[in-house]
Protein backbone atom coordinates (compact mmCIF):
# COMPACT_ATOMS: atom_id res chain seq x y z
CA UNK A 1 0.00 0.00 0.00
CA UNK A 2 1.73 3.24 -1.51
CA UNK A 3 -0.40 5.45 0.74
CA UNK A 4 -0.17 2.99 3.98
CA UNK A 5 3.35 2.36 4.52
CA UNK A 6 3.88 -1.13 6.17
CA UNK A 7 7.23 0.34 7.44
CA UNK A 8 7.99 3.87 8.20
CA UNK A 9 10.37 6.00 6.29
CA UNK A 10 11.43 6.96 2.85
CA UNK A 11 8.91 5.80 -0.37
CA UNK A 12 11.64 3.95 -1.94
CA UNK A 13 13.33 2.56 1.05
CA UNK A 14 9.92 1.03 1.89
CA UNK A 15 9.47 -0.26 -1.63
CA UNK A 16 13.07 -2.44 -1.00
CA UNK A 17 11.95 -3.72 2.27
CA UNK A 18 9.19 -4.88 0.57
CA UNK A 19 10.82 -6.61 -2.29
CA UNK A 20 13.54 -7.80 0.12
CA UNK A 21 10.32 -9.94 1.31
CA UNK A 22 10.45 -12.00 -1.48
CA UNK A 23 14.03 -13.00 -0.62
CA UNK A 24 13.91 -13.71 2.95
CA UNK A 25 11.06 -16.35 2.09
CA UNK A 26 13.08 -17.49 -0.68
CA UNK A 27 15.60 -18.21 1.80
CA UNK A 28 13.34 -19.49 4.35
CA UNK A 29 12.11 -22.22 1.49
CA UNK A 30 15.24 -22.78 0.01
CA UNK A 31 15.12 -21.58 -4.04
CA UNK A 32 14.99 -24.83 -5.09
CA UNK A 33 11.56 -25.16 -4.42
CA UNK A 34 10.88 -21.78 -5.77
CA UNK A 35 9.99 -21.53 -9.63
CA UNK A 36 8.58 -18.11 -9.82
CA UNK A 37 7.83 -14.30 -8.44
CA UNK A 38 4.84 -13.48 -9.82
CA UNK A 39 3.18 -9.85 -9.61
CA UNK A 40 1.13 -6.91 -10.85
CA UNK A 41 3.45 -3.90 -11.87
CA UNK A 42 0.45 -1.56 -10.44
CA UNK A 43 -2.12 -2.90 -8.45
CA UNK A 44 -4.97 -1.90 -9.53
CA UNK A 45 -8.11 -4.02 -7.57
CA UNK A 46 -6.32 -2.57 -4.72
CA UNK A 47 -6.68 0.89 -5.38
CA UNK A 48 -4.34 1.51 -8.22
CA UNK A 49 -0.92 1.19 -5.80
CA UNK A 50 1.85 2.36 -7.94
CA UNK A 51 5.39 1.29 -6.62
CA UNK A 52 8.55 3.34 -6.98
CA UNK A 53 10.90 2.14 -9.88
CA UNK A 54 13.18 0.40 -7.43
CA UNK A 55 10.65 -1.80 -6.25
CA UNK A 56 10.43 -4.16 -9.50
CA UNK A 57 14.42 -3.43 -9.95
CA UNK A 58 14.64 -5.08 -6.49
CA UNK A 59 12.34 -8.21 -7.92
CA UNK A 60 14.49 -8.28 -10.62
CA UNK A 61 18.05 -8.45 -9.13
CA UNK A 62 15.98 -10.93 -6.58
CA UNK A 63 14.67 -13.38 -9.01
CA UNK A 64 18.23 -13.35 -10.91
CA UNK A 65 20.49 -13.73 -8.13
CA UNK A 66 18.17 -17.16 -6.94
CA UNK A 67 17.20 -18.46 -10.37
CA UNK A 68 13.75 -17.88 -9.99
CA UNK A 69 11.80 -16.70 -12.70
CA UNK A 70 9.76 -13.06 -12.82
CA UNK A 71 6.51 -12.71 -13.77
CA UNK A 72 4.55 -9.40 -14.60
CA UNK A 73 0.47 -10.30 -14.44
CA UNK A 74 -0.15 -7.13 -17.23
CA UNK A 75 -3.76 -8.71 -17.80
CA UNK A 76 -4.58 -5.21 -16.92
CA UNK A 77 -1.55 -2.71 -17.11
CA UNK A 78 -0.09 -4.15 -20.70
CA UNK A 79 -0.36 -2.59 -23.77
CA UNK A 80 -0.02 1.24 -23.19
CA UNK A 81 -2.27 1.54 -19.85
CA UNK A 82 0.72 2.86 -17.97
CA UNK A 83 2.07 4.85 -20.92
CA UNK A 84 4.40 2.60 -21.93
CA UNK A 85 3.60 -0.98 -23.75
CA UNK A 86 4.29 -2.94 -20.74
CA UNK A 87 3.98 -1.31 -17.43
CA UNK A 88 7.90 -2.12 -16.49
CA UNK A 89 9.78 -0.66 -18.98
CA UNK A 90 8.64 2.48 -17.11
CA UNK A 91 11.59 1.25 -15.08
CA UNK A 92 13.89 -0.39 -17.51
CA UNK A 93 12.88 -3.94 -16.27
CA UNK A 94 12.29 -7.45 -18.34
CA UNK A 95 10.35 -9.65 -16.84
CA UNK A 96 11.01 -13.21 -18.06
CA UNK A 97 7.29 -14.14 -18.33
CA UNK A 98 4.09 -11.46 -19.29
CA UNK A 99 0.84 -12.31 -19.23
CA UNK A 100 -1.99 -10.34 -20.90
CA UNK A 101 -5.44 -10.25 -22.04
CA UNK A 102 -7.94 -7.53 -22.00
CA UNK A 103 -6.32 -4.26 -24.04
CA UNK A 104 -4.45 -6.95 -26.59
CA UNK A 105 -7.87 -7.01 -28.61
CA UNK A 106 -9.93 -3.99 -26.51
CA UNK A 107 -12.54 -6.36 -25.30
CA UNK A 108 -13.59 -7.01 -29.04
CA UNK A 109 -13.09 -10.63 -28.56
CA UNK A 110 -11.96 -12.53 -25.60
CA UNK A 111 -8.10 -13.17 -25.87
CA UNK A 112 -5.13 -14.02 -23.08
CA UNK A 113 -1.68 -14.71 -24.35
CA UNK A 114 1.49 -15.25 -22.41
CA UNK A 115 5.11 -13.65 -23.72
CA UNK A 116 8.47 -15.31 -22.44
CA UNK A 117 11.85 -15.02 -23.33
CA UNK A 118 13.49 -16.58 -25.83
CA UNK A 119 15.37 -18.40 -23.46
CA UNK A 120 11.62 -19.81 -21.77
CA UNK A 121 10.34 -20.39 -25.45
CA UNK A 122 12.76 -22.35 -26.26
CA UNK A 123 12.09 -25.00 -23.33
CA UNK A 124 8.42 -25.69 -25.13
CA UNK A 125 10.25 -26.76 -28.42
CA UNK A 126 11.80 -29.82 -28.90
CA UNK A 127 12.23 -33.53 -30.88
CA UNK A 128 9.64 -36.39 -30.28
CA UNK A 129 9.55 -36.49 -26.30
CA UNK A 130 11.35 -33.23 -25.67
CA UNK A 131 8.54 -30.87 -26.40
CA UNK A 132 6.46 -29.50 -23.38
CA UNK A 133 2.96 -30.02 -25.54
CA UNK A 134 0.60 -27.49 -23.23
CA UNK A 135 -2.13 -26.81 -25.36
CA UNK A 136 -5.47 -25.48 -25.21
CA UNK A 137 -8.83 -26.30 -27.20
CA UNK A 138 -9.30 -22.58 -28.56
CA UNK A 139 -5.69 -21.99 -28.17
CA UNK A 140 -4.61 -18.90 -31.37
CA UNK A 141 -8.14 -18.79 -32.02
CA UNK A 142 -8.12 -17.19 -35.81
CA UNK A 143 -11.11 -14.70 -34.96
CA UNK A 144 -9.64 -13.57 -31.60
CA UNK A 145 -6.46 -13.24 -33.17
CA UNK A 146 -7.53 -11.13 -36.17
CA UNK A 147 -9.35 -8.82 -33.59
CA UNK A 148 -5.77 -8.63 -31.70
CA UNK A 149 -3.96 -7.66 -35.01
CA UNK A 150 -6.24 -5.12 -35.90
CA UNK A 151 -7.00 -3.43 -32.49
CA UNK A 152 -2.72 -3.64 -32.36
CA UNK A 153 -2.55 -1.58 -35.87
CA UNK A 154 -5.11 1.23 -34.58
CA UNK A 155 -3.07 1.64 -31.65
CA UNK A 156 0.34 2.21 -33.52
CA UNK A 157 -1.46 4.35 -35.94
CA UNK A 158 -3.17 6.60 -33.54
CA UNK A 159 -0.66 6.50 -30.97
CA UNK A 160 -2.61 5.20 -28.39
CA UNK A 161 0.55 4.37 -26.07
CA UNK A 162 1.89 7.68 -26.17
CA UNK A 163 -1.66 9.72 -25.89
CA UNK A 164 -1.75 7.46 -22.69
CA UNK A 165 1.58 9.00 -21.81
CA UNK A 166 0.61 12.28 -22.27
CA UNK A 167 -2.97 12.29 -20.98
CA UNK A 168 -2.02 10.59 -17.78
CA UNK A 169 0.52 12.88 -17.08
CA UNK A 170 -2.27 15.93 -17.49
CA UNK A 171 -4.64 14.14 -15.62
CA UNK A 172 -2.30 13.13 -12.64
CA UNK A 173 -1.66 16.80 -12.86
CA UNK A 174 -4.99 18.18 -12.88
CA UNK A 175 -6.10 15.60 -10.10
CA UNK A 176 -4.16 17.50 -7.54
CA UNK A 177 -7.15 20.32 -7.75
CA UNK A 178 -9.45 18.20 -5.26
CA UNK A 179 -6.85 18.29 -2.46
CA UNK A 180 -9.12 21.29 -1.98
CA UNK A 181 -11.67 19.07 -0.23
CA UNK A 182 -11.12 17.93 3.23
CA UNK A 183 -11.33 14.01 2.53
CA UNK A 184 -9.42 13.61 -0.17
CA UNK A 185 -6.85 11.70 1.57
CA UNK A 186 -4.75 10.63 -1.16
CA UNK A 187 -4.11 10.99 -5.28
CA UNK A 188 -2.22 8.01 -6.84
CA UNK A 189 -0.96 8.11 -10.44
CA UNK A 190 1.33 9.33 -12.95
CA UNK A 191 2.03 6.72 -14.68
CA UNK A 192 0.19 6.56 -17.74
CA UNK A 193 -3.81 6.48 -17.77
CA UNK A 194 -4.40 4.50 -14.38
CA UNK A 195 -5.20 7.07 -11.59
CA UNK A 196 -7.22 7.37 -8.04
CA UNK A 197 -8.29 9.44 -5.52
CA UNK A 198 -8.97 8.35 -1.94
CA UNK A 199 -11.04 9.58 0.46
CA UNK A 200 -10.42 9.90 3.85
CA UNK A 201 -12.33 10.64 7.34
CA UNK A 202 -9.29 12.45 8.62
CA UNK A 203 -6.06 13.22 6.36
CA UNK A 204 -3.77 13.56 8.85
CA UNK A 205 -4.32 10.08 10.59
CA UNK A 206 -5.25 9.04 7.27
CA UNK A 207 -8.79 6.97 9.07
CA UNK A 208 -11.47 5.62 6.38
CA UNK A 209 -14.85 6.59 6.69
CA UNK A 210 -16.68 3.69 8.59
CA UNK A 211 -18.93 1.47 6.57
CA UNK A 212 -21.87 3.04 8.12
CA UNK A 213 -21.14 6.45 6.17
CA UNK A 214 -22.20 4.62 2.83
CA UNK A 215 -19.66 6.01 0.27
CA UNK A 216 -19.75 2.81 -1.62
CA UNK A 217 -23.04 3.75 -2.72
CA UNK A 218 -23.20 7.36 -2.80
CA UNK A 219 -20.35 8.21 -4.52
CA UNK A 220 -21.22 6.56 -7.73
CA UNK A 221 -24.69 7.89 -7.83
CA UNK A 222 -23.23 11.07 -7.42
CA UNK A 223 -20.79 10.84 -10.15
CA UNK A 224 -23.61 9.57 -11.88
CA UNK A 225 -25.87 11.96 -11.69
CA UNK A 226 -23.08 14.11 -13.50
CA UNK A 227 -22.42 11.67 -16.14
CA UNK A 228 -19.68 9.98 -14.31
CA UNK A 229 -19.42 6.06 -14.48
CA UNK A 230 -17.14 4.51 -11.72
CA UNK A 231 -16.46 1.77 -10.67
CA UNK A 232 -17.64 1.31 -6.98
CA UNK A 233 -14.53 0.38 -4.87
CA UNK A 234 -15.52 2.14 -1.41
CA UNK A 235 -13.10 5.17 -0.33
CA UNK A 236 -11.39 4.74 -3.45
CA UNK A 237 -12.14 6.19 -6.70
CA UNK A 238 -10.30 4.93 -9.73
CA UNK A 239 -10.08 5.95 -13.24
CA UNK A 240 -8.81 4.20 -16.17
CA UNK A 241 -10.41 6.08 -18.97
CA UNK A 242 -9.76 4.93 -22.88
CA UNK A 243 -6.41 5.81 -23.98
CA UNK A 244 -8.13 7.78 -26.87
CA UNK A 245 -9.15 10.36 -24.40
CA UNK A 246 -8.35 13.76 -24.34
CA UNK A 247 -7.71 16.85 -22.58
CA UNK A 248 -11.52 18.21 -22.40
CA UNK A 249 -12.41 14.71 -21.23
CA UNK A 250 -9.83 14.21 -18.62
CA UNK A 251 -11.76 18.24 -17.19
CA UNK A 252 -14.92 16.67 -17.85
CA UNK A 253 -13.86 13.97 -15.56
CA UNK A 254 -11.87 15.97 -12.83
CA UNK A 255 -15.48 18.68 -12.71
CA UNK A 256 -17.57 15.41 -12.40
CA UNK A 257 -15.48 14.29 -9.17
CA UNK A 258 -15.17 17.83 -7.62
CA UNK A 259 -18.86 18.43 -7.89
CA UNK A 260 -19.50 15.00 -6.69
CA UNK A 261 -17.20 15.44 -3.44
CA UNK A 262 -18.55 18.99 -2.70
CA UNK A 263 -21.99 17.45 -2.66
CA UNK A 264 -20.82 14.37 0.01
CA UNK A 265 -19.28 16.94 1.91
CA UNK A 266 -21.98 18.77 2.17
CA UNK A 267 -24.07 15.64 3.26
CA UNK A 268 -21.43 14.26 5.79
CA UNK A 269 -21.37 17.67 7.43
CA UNK A 270 -17.75 18.68 6.62
Not at 23 to 37: D, L, P, R, Y
Not at 228 to 245: E, H, K, Q
Not at 247 to 255: A, H, L, S
Request: proline share 5%; glycine share 10%; net charge negative.
Amino acid sequence: DSYRFPYAGDPVDVAIKCANEFETVIKHQGAETVAAIIAEPVSAAAGIQVPPAEYWQRLREIADQYGVILIADEVITGFGRTGEYFAPMNWGVQPDITTVAKAITSGYAPLGAAVATKKIADAFIGGAGETFKHLITFGGHPVAAAAALANLNIFEREDLVGNSKRMGNYLFEQLQSLFSHKIVGDVRGGLGLLAAVELVADRESKTPFPASAGLAKKLPKMLFDRDMVSFRAGDVISICPPLSINKDEIDFIVNAIDGALSELEDELGI
